[in-house]
């Protein structure tokens, strides 16, 4: 979130860019597209990709009106 707050502004869209790129993490590294969350629960030390992928879609607190959580 942090790092989608401080490219608010400068990059056009910062949650689309950082989607696309974390896409191509994820098939660098050959991360399971739908990990199992029993797996994830025991053996997952962060968020899988497609979770992350999914916050920086939907992360837009400017369009609500509300606080950002870094960045003041």
Do not use: C
Not at 27 to 39: G, H, I
């Amino acid at each position: 979130m942090y790092s989608l707050e401080i490219n608010h502004g400068i990059v056009a869209d910062p949650g689309q860019a950082m989607a696309r790129g974390f896409q191509k993490f994820g098939e660098t590294v050959f991360e399971d597209p739908e990990p199992n969350r029993l797996r994830v629960f025991l053996f997952y030390d962060h968020p899988p990709v497609v979770d992350r992928i999914q916050l920086f879609v939907t992360y837009d607190p400017w369009s609500k009106g509300e606080a950002t959580k870094f960045v003041k």
